[in-house]
């Protein structure tokens, strides 16, 4: 019966889960591995504005949107659902950008030229974020199960099911799918900023590579700097900026501002 079929459905489901976090902790890993892995990787961080270093940083940038983009393609709906394809992309968007934040928060020595060639980069790999987004015709069947959910009596398919193939997660998102795509630059801000938990870290990090002292502070007393601790503010400042009484002061107040 009805009661015996979610079950099984329940079974399933539990099953591709698993198999689909072992899959993300793998994948994401290996995303990661593209941004620093390499020597010739690591080095074009740390000598950024040169000719060479640009060069691989593009490489770089290529080889991560393409091996993303490819992720996602395989996992299109209805491979998955819409829920669990923006959650798993943003898995290993975040991945891409965690790598990304890691490698300049590690350089001890940051010049003017770099900085610059650094933030732009930070910037380009952001817009990983791009990504999130569903063409109408992918997302209508989805549109249609939540119909049939909310009206149960006439369907027969109960909200219980509905939530159990976790198909409406983002029908709030699509208002409109009447034989058009979904409008990408807003509806893909939001996914981004709902599923990728270090954008705004990592555009942080694009500004803090460019702005004064004196910025860094201001933001991280207004709580914009929230999600970097006080030693990896103090890194980049100390790569950033000469070694100077001022600057001393600084990472003094900074560290005040954490007690």
């Known amino acids: 019966g009805k009661e015996a079929w979610l079950e099984t459905a329940r079974h399933f489901f539990g099953v591709g889960s698993a198999h689909i976090a072992d899959l993300v902790v793998r994948e994401s890993r290996e995303l990661g591995a593209l941004i620093g892995n390499s020597s010739s990787s690591r080095d ?4 950024a504005a040169s000719d060479a270093a640009k060069e691989q940083l593009e490489k770089s940038r290529k080889q991560v949107r393409l091996a993303v983009t490819q992720l996602a393609r395989a996992m299109q709906p209805p491979v998955v659902t819409p829920r669990i394809y923006y959650q798993t992309l943003g898995h290993y968007i975040d991945a891409v950008f965690a790598a990304t934040i890691e490698m300049v928060a590690g350089i001890r020595d940051i010049g003017v030229d770099d900085s610059q060639v650094l933030s732009d980069h930070c910037r380009s790999i952001c ?11 992918i997302l209508a069947p989805y549109q249609n199960l939540l119909m049939a ?6 369907h027969g398919v109960s909200v219980e099911l509905d939530e159990l ?3 409406d997660g983002e029908a709030e998102l699509h208002q409109s799918l009447e034989g058009r795509d979904v409008q990408s630059s807003v ?15 990592l555009v942080q990090l694009a500004d803090i590579l460019l702005i004064s002292r004196a910025d860094i502070l201001a933001r991280r007393r207004a709580g914009l700097l929230a999600q970097f ?8 400042i100390r790569a950033l900026f000469s070694d100077t009484n001022e600057r001393a002061q600084d990472i003094d107040t900074l560290r005040s501002l954490d007690q």
């Open 165 to 167: 193939l976790d198909s």
């Open 187 to 201: 509806q893909s801000a939001r996914l981004a900023k709902e599923h990728c938990k270090l954008s705004s870290k």
């Open 149 to 154: 959910a909310n009206a149960p009596g006439e």
């Open 127 to 137: 817009s990983l974020s791009d990504l999130f987004r569903l063409d109408s015709h």
């Open 229 to 236: 601790t006080a030693d990896e503010l103090i890194g980049l």
């Open 44 to 47: 074009a961080f740390y000598n």
